[in-house]
């Protein structure tokens, strides 16, 4: 019988944008998604409250599987290149490239259920919201990625996978009672050189909107330099609807791997 990571496999084998997948599989009921209503705002849903959004009677149990699409090669070593704007290629793969990973969102929810389960892929509700004012949503990919035991998160907030953050990610939760993938820790900037011991900071200076401090990335000046400065630059340009920037994830040292930690 055909597995959901088969299946996603093979819309991957039609595309140029992403190498094969990695899969990581959060219990429904992990606390930390309920902790995300204090950590990201209190409109953060939780996995039941997702599937609430379409079923009547929610499962009580089940499973948020999680995939990161890494970056092909060529795609992350073009936009190494870049200092203000993204490369085509990596525009592409933002604009394009999601439109593979919304291909693998219908495809997960059909997949399950199919097989008699509730599945809901959350960027697909209509219930699914984005504020551009705090620049938050009410269901992060990253957040699930991070309980589903895939990586951590860096000072730009990128999150740091087994294949570093030049990826996109997608999620689907099904009353699927699956295997959790195992969380090293609860220490949401463990991969981070700089939050371990102060040392890298590369991202810092990769940033062309100075959205990236020691303090951190300022996500509303971030937003402002992609929506206000590089799309309407690139986006005729490059034939998409949005370009991304990225610049921020390339020619740092977590590009396609977690980095070195030193010892204490």
Request: net charge positive; aromatic share 8%; charged share 20%.
């Given at each position: 019988m055909e597995t959901f990571e088969q299946v996603v496999e093979s819309i991957l084998g039609d595309q140029e944008y992403f190498a094969p997948a990695l899969f990581g599989y959060a219990d429904l009921n992990d606390p930390l998604f309920t902790r995300f209503k204090e950590i990201i705002g209190p409109e953060h849903m939780t996995p039941r409250e997702a599937l609430a959004c379409r079923y009547d009677s929610a499962a009580v149990q089940g499973t948020v599987?999680?995939?990161?699409?890494?970056?092909?090669?060529?795609?992350?070593?073009?936009?190494?290149?870049?200092?203000?704007?993204?490369?085509?290629?990596?525009?592409?793969?933002?604009?394009?490239?999601?439109?593979?990973?919304?291909?693998?969102?219908?495809?997960?929810?059909?997949?399950?259920?199919?097989?008699?389960?509730?599945?809901?892929?959350?960027?697909?509700?209509?219930?699914?919201?984005?504020?551009?004012?705090?620049?938050?949503?009410?269901?992060?990919?990253?957040?699930?990625?991070f309980v589903a035991g895939m990586g951590s998160f860096g000072l730009s907030d990128a999150f740091i996978s087994d294949v570093g953050v030049t990826h996109r990610i997608g999620s689907v939760i099904t009353s699927a009672v699956l295997p959790p993938s195992q969380r090293l820790n609860d220490d949401p900037y463990a991969r981070c050189p700089y939050h371990h011991d102060g040392s890298c900071g590369v991202c810092i200076k990769r940033c062309?909107?100075?959205?990236?401090?020691?303090?951190?990335?300022?996500?509303?000046?971030?937003?402002?330099?992609?929506?206000?400065?590089?799309?309407?630059?690139?986006?005729?340009?490059?034939?998409?609807?949005?370009?991304?920037?990225?610049?921020?994830?390339?020619?740092?040292?977590?590009?396609?791997?977690?980095?070195?930690?030193?010892?204490?």
């Open positions: 599987v999680v995939w990161i699409l890494p970056i092909v090669k060529q795609t992350i070593l073009a936009n190494r290149q870049q200092k203000r704007y993204p490369a085509h290629a990596w525009a592409h793969t933002r604009h394009f490239g999601e439109q593979v990973n919304q291909q693998i969102r219908r495809k997960a929810e059909l997949f399950f259920s199919e097989r008699g389960e509730q599945a809901v892929a959350p960027l697909l509700l209509e219930q699914w919201q984005a504020d551009y004012t705090t620049c938050t949503s009410n269901w992060s990919e990253r957040h699930a990625a062309p909107a100075q959205a990236i401090t020691s303090e951190g990335h300022d996500k509303l000046a971030c937003h402002d330099y992609t929506r206000n400065v590089v799309n309407p630059q690139c986006n005729d340009r490059f034939g998409v609807e949005i370009s991304g920037c990225g610049l921020c994830t390339t020619a740092v040292p977590c590009e396609q791997r977690p980095p070195r930690l030193k010892r204490a």
